[in-house]
């Protein structure tokens, strides 16, 4: 099941992407926001972040008008890789290389078809496994326990 949530700058892209989801009978949660009334990016970012890492949700997508802001947002909770991706080759690489659990698109960045190809190599592309690439993630993740106290 995915976690989708937007501010109001991707929330035209969101309303497409679940368009998507819904033909493909993908299973997905919305997080909103759901109309073009600014919010705070970092809410809807914190509370995707949160229902993926508490694996209620085996991945998250998350917009905003740059994808920048609401991913900051997303990588600040613990287990969280969030990736902004602005094409496909990036898309593949974070889920092969960086086992990537949220992604971030800009709704002001790309257009609608070019995020639908994202979406789809996100959800579509495993994780490599390789040990090398699981080696950086648990170096990270050790950073996380490191400098990341629970609430
Ligand atoms: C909202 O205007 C905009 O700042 C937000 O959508 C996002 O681009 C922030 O990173």
């Not at 989801?21 to 600014?38: H, M, N, P, Q, R």
């Not at 890789?81 to 593949?92: G, I, V």
């Amino acid at each position: 099941m995915l976690a989708i949530g937007s501010d109001h700058g991707g929330f035209e892209l969101k309303n497409i992407i679940i368009n998507y989801l819904e033909s493909e009978k993908i299973c997905y949660k919305d997080f909103g926001t759901c109309s073009l009334a600014a919010v705070d990016y970092s809410d809807i970012g914190l509370d995707v972040a949160k229902a993926v890492a508490s694996g209620e949700f085996q991945a998250g997508i998350v917009i905003c008008g740059t994808g920048i802001g609401i991913s900051i947002a997303a990588n600040k909770v613990p287990g969280i890789r969030a990736a902004l991706c602005t094409n496909s080759f990036m898309a593949r690489m974070a889920k092969e290389h960086n086992n990537a659990n949220i992604l971030a698109l800009g709704g002001r960045v790309i257009g609608s078809e070019l995020a639908l190809e994202i979406v789809k190599t996100f959800i579509h592309t495993p994780f490599s496994g390789e040990s090398r690439h699981q080696a950086r993630i648990d170096k990270i993740k050790k950073v996380e326990e490191t400098y990341f106290t629970k609430e």
